[in-house]
């Protein structure tokens, strides 16, 4: 059966989320909050992705409702009731992509992230060496438009609990970019710094692909010619080499994202073998950023790119 799953995927490239196991979606629907408390102690690398995924659920947010930072409350249920409010707050403004920063025009519900601040600070303090109340500290910031004196004390906060902690990396590239107020050599130079401090092998270099896209789409994608500069391509094919390509490079919860990023950089500037080898990685996986950036439905984007990278199954 999984052999035919891998074939269908190939085949008909379906969007990668994030999946919840069949005892946990049983304890959610049963509202068995205490067996929901004991999978979530039981992780460490995917709890940030699975809390994001509970808190899609109308019946954890539900529960949550209630929730307040007292000394009987469980530390992990105030991060599901802090999560649950940066969804609504997302849902609200039509940025419901939690990797991406929200566009000064999407501003998200200053009471929802209010009261995902207060659970966030309490378990922060009750947790010192926890690293998710600062990176959704971090998000409640971009929502809320903080200044950027504060985002980088927040991203100080992250990495010193986690240093190649990717999402907080993507959210603060993107917060240095033109649509918020700052340079696209900021970005850059930011997404360079942040590679080749990091180990070989580590994910972080998607980086510099990722500021590559950022950059067109502030140009605008009739403006594809930026792409085709082969400096551009030198630095695609380095970042890859001390991430995805290099020999330490592990798999992590983003690895699908990573992959899909890297494929449609490539794509675009032309270097069609490097993203074959991208897509045949990917095995049929796709998430809808990067593409959903480009012109038309994003499944569409990709599987255009895939055949004419010569990827047909």
Not at 3 to 15: D, I, N, Q, T
Request: proline share 6%; aromatic share 8%; glycine share 8%.
């Amino acid at each position: 059966m999984g052999a035919l799953s891998s074939v269908w995927r190939r085949l008909l490239p379906r969007e990668e989320r994030v999946t919840l196991s069949d005892e946990l979606r049983r304890a959610v629907a049963g509202r068995d909050w205490p067996t929901v408390q004991a999978h979530l102690e039981a992780m460490r690398g995917e709890r940030e992705v699975v809390l994001d995924e509970l808190a899609k659920s109308a019946v954890v947010r539900e529960w949550t409702r209630g929730v307040v930072a007292d000394d009987a409350t469980p530390s992990l249920t105030l991060l599901l009731a802090a999560s649950c409010h940066l969804w609504v707050a997302r849902e609200r403004s039509g940025s419901v992509c939690a990797r991406c920063a929200p566009t000064p025009e999407q501003r998200q519900d200053p009471v929802a992230l209010g009261m995902a601040d207060s659970l966030l600070r309490a378990v922060a303090e009750r947790e010192p060496e926890w690293v998710q109340p600062w990176s959704d500290l971090f998000i409640v910031a971009l929502g809320l438009g903080t200044d950027r004196g504060h985002m980088r004390h927040l991203f100080d906060e992250v990495v010193r609990r986690e240093p190649e902690h990717l999402p907080v990396h993507v959210q603060y590239l993107q917060q240095l970019g033109t649509p918020h107020g700052g340079s696209d050599d900021d970005m850059h130079a930011f997404a360079y710094g942040a590679m080749t401090h990091a180990p070989e092998g580590s994910s972080l270099g998607v980086l510099i692909p990722h500021a590559h896209l950022e950059s067109l789409r502030t140009a605008g994608y009739q403006g594809k010619g930026y792409l085709r500069n082969p400096l551009v391509a030198r630095q695609l094919h380095h970042a890859a080499d001390r991430s995805v390509r290099h020999p330490d490079y592990r798999r992590g919860p983003e690895w699908v994202w990573v992959h899909n990023v890297f494929a449609m950089s490539f794509y675009l500037t032309g270097q069609l073998p490097a993203a074959r080898e991208m897509f045949r990685a990917l095995d049929g996986r796709y998430t809808r950023s990067p593409w959903q950036g480009m012109p038309g439905k994003p499944l569409r984007a990709h599987r255009r790119a895939r055949h004419r990278s010569g990827v047909w199954w």
